[in-house]
């Protein structure tokens, strides 16, 4: 299945990637082969297989309902661009 | 053209855990800002998230209570979408295998019983707040409520009304308070509702194009915002128009609904299972351990109230509409345990009065259940009259004390003897001769509406503290001579 070029970049905003002009048409031959390797494993019969939720066939281990972390804002909010009052200053946005 | 309306809810509610769902933060509201989120809340390389079984063990009793089947392997799954107060870029959420589905509740509106399915509930983790207010120019993150777990509760489009979807959420909310597993609070976001509004012609199956209003806190709003939004569609329908399918808010200054903004672009969140957290397996023995521990619940409380007590219909399904009423009540009943009804008179009629006044809750009752239990006592022996037990019960909510020290205190004891009730019979009928004399021309069967204002003038003098029975008689016996 061919993939166009508006579709690589809806794809690309979707994951917020900025792509330029000139790598498209290799980005869009990429996908159409992974979707071409889709197709072809679609052509095996798995009505008798369970889905697989995940590769390690394991159950989750719980953890107990106590709280073990400290409030270590000062340390983290060393790395964040900006800070005011404890909140962390992102550029304005409304909905 | 008959319209009828097809409504949906999703009811985001947030689990009194003592700690995150994914993270050993403390999972509670009011802190100062991001004192609360970890390495895991804040989505920083290399952690890994655990999930919390008592989250699990909360969405489990959820399931049962609303008679719905437990998945015996759920799966977590990321819910990709960026927005700054969801620093991962994902929502750890479920898609395709949700812990809890096909479950239904009854919900009673206007005499009649409805059952509305409860399409499917999944756990998932809060975003954090956004605070615009006080910033200028940019706006502030506190993540202290990244992490919380929510369920989410999906309801089947089985509502047809407004007063039929806040039947619904007022449903849950009292469930969710009875299982202990949310505090249920509104106003800090606790229990937060999305309504999912279509119209069609009366009596057609199909569905129209619907619309989501998101984040309504208040049963109140969220009777107003489907109303409005019933009444918009009608209106564009009508009008030639089409309903288009979108995201919209309620502004409750206004009472109306309105699109977002900024959400044009179709939602496309590619979930897909986190391969952070292996599927939550549930076997039926860890099914039985938590049916057990389910308490009471409304409907069957009701059932119990109506027997044991004999109470009606309406008594106590206001009595039993959230568990905090329903535990006061039956305080209150052990300490008159021969006075169900009068009890449920109280706490319905002046308790609750006195607590709306002051906008209370019944927790934060300035007289406790066993007072209560006692002035019914005093009333239903005689001691004093109801009109006199009101009183007491003002005075024990504005000041304390014991009910009987108050009745012997103010001197409010009824006063039962007949001849300080005659004496005082006689002073009214010797105070008022004009009335006595048209009373006594009157006809026989006009006379009964004419004792009322001897009976009112007794009542006064007697500072409301005479037997009203035994002054009617002794009246009705002196006004014939």
Redesign the interface.
Known sequence: MPIKKTQVREIAW?A?LAIEDEAMAGYAKDMADILALVEQMQAVDTSAVEPL????E????????????E???ED??QTAP?T???????????? | MKWESVIGLELHVQLATRSKIFSGAANRFGESPNTLACAVDLGLPGVLPVANEEVIRMAVMFGLAVDASIAGQSVFARKNYFYPDLPKGYQISQYELPIVSAGRVQIQVDGTTREIGITRAHLEEDAGKSVHEGFTGSTGIDLNRAGAPLIEIVSEPDLRSAGEAVALMKKIHALVRYLEISDGNMQEGSFRCDANVSIRPAGESGLGTRTETKNINSFRFVEQAINYEIDRQIGLVEAGQEVIQETRLFDPDRNETRPMRGKEEANDYRYFPDPDLPPVVIDNDYIESVRRQLPELPEQKQQRFMETYGLSEYDSSYLVANRETADYYEAAVVAAPEQPKLVANTVMGVLSASLNRENLDIKDSKVSADKVGNLVIRIADGTISNKIGKQVFESLWEGGGDVDDIIEKQGLKQVTDSSEIGRLVDEVIAGNEAQVQQYRNAAPEKRGKMIGYFVGQVMKKSKGKANPKQVNLLLAEKLEK
């Open positions: 979707l917020r939720a995940h590769p390690l394991i159950a989750a281990q719980l953890r107990p309902d106590s709280v073990n972390e409030n270590r804002r983290f909010q900006q005011r009052d404890g909140f962390y200053i992102v550029p304005r946005f409304v909905e």
